[in-house]
C-alpha cells in the first residue's frame, strides 16, 4: 500500500470513483455528486494498492481559514474497512494542516464514523445536518498539536 497525492487524469479518476462508491451510489445519487467546487483548491490524499493499482481509501483537506482545517469525503473501500487505512488517511490530512499552521480541524462525520473520528481525537461539538433525508450528520473537532 502506498499513500500518494493523486495527480493524474486517471488517479484523479480512480479517486472519485472510490467516493462516489462509498458516500453516494449507496443512496442512489448521481455520478458527479461526489465532487464539488472546493476540490480544486484543496488538498488531497488516496491510498492504492500498488499490485492490483486500485484506490483504497481517500480523503480531502480543505483551509476555512488560516487557522482551521476541515476535512471532507473520508472513504474507504468497504473491502479494505478496518485495517487502519482511515487512520493513515487522517493522519496526513492532518499533518499537512499542521505545517501550515492551523490550530484546529473540523469535520462533518456520519452517524456511523463517530467511533472512528472520537479514536482519532475528535470530539463532538454539536448534531448537524440530515444528507439524503436519512444520514445524520454531526460536527467534529480536534485542536492540532505538535506532540
Given at each position: 500500500m502506498k499513500i500518494i497525492?493523486?495527480?493524474?487524469s486517471a488517479?484523479?479518476?480512480?479517486y472519485y470513483a472510490l467516493r462516489y462508491e462509498v458516500l453516494r451510489k449507496p443512496w442512489?445519487?448521481?455520478?458527479?455528486?461526489?465532487?464539488d467546487d472546493g476540490d480544486k483548491s484543496s488538498i488531497h490524499r488516496m491510498i492504492i494498492n500498488e499490485e492490483s493499482g486500485e484506490a483504497v481509501a481517500v480523503g480531502r483537506l480543505h483551509f476555512?481559514?488560516?487557522e482551521e482545517a476541515q476535512i471532507r469525503y473520508m472513504a474507504v473501500s468497504d473491502k479494505y474497512q478496518l485495517k487502519g487505512y482511515g487512520n493513515i488517511i487522517v493522519k496526513?490530512?492532518?499533518?499537512i494542516a499542521l505545517?501550515?499552521?492551523?490550530k484546529n480541524i473540523i469535520l462533518q462525520a456520519r452517524e456511523n464514523a463517530l467511533k472512528f473520528y472520537s479514536k482519532n481525537?475528535?470530539?463532538i461539538i454539536e448534531k448537524s445536518y440530515l444528507l439524503f433525508d436519512e444520514i445524520?450528520?454531526?460536527l467534529m473537532e480536534k485542536e492540532l498539536t505538535t506532540d
Open positions: 497525492e493523486p495527480n493524474s488517479e484523479f479518476e480512480q442512489l445519487q448521481p455520478k458527479g455528486s461526489e465532487k476555512n481559514s488560516d496526513a490530512l492532518e499533518d505545517k501550515k499552521k492551523c481525537g475528535y470530539e445524520q450528520h454531526w
